[in-house]
């Protein structure tokens, strides 16, 4: 795993600053998401959206 990291920071990646975004959900609404990929695909792409 650390072979493949390296990997990734010296050859694949840019070097430029990346950033890092972490999409969560109230836990009340993991348990319906976790069934309803619909559901859930629509929130991502918001998400995905809202940021660009």
Known sequence: M???AANLIER???ET???QW???FPFAWRG???Q???LLGN???IFVETVH
């Open 12 to 14: 694949v990646l840019p």
């Open 22 to 24: 972490v999409l969560t």
């Open 43 to 45: 929130l991502t792409r």
């Open 36 to 38: 309803d990929g619909a």
């Open 32 to 34: 319906r998401l976790a």
């Open 2 to 4: 650390n072979a493949t």
């Open 17 to 19: 600053g990346l950033r």
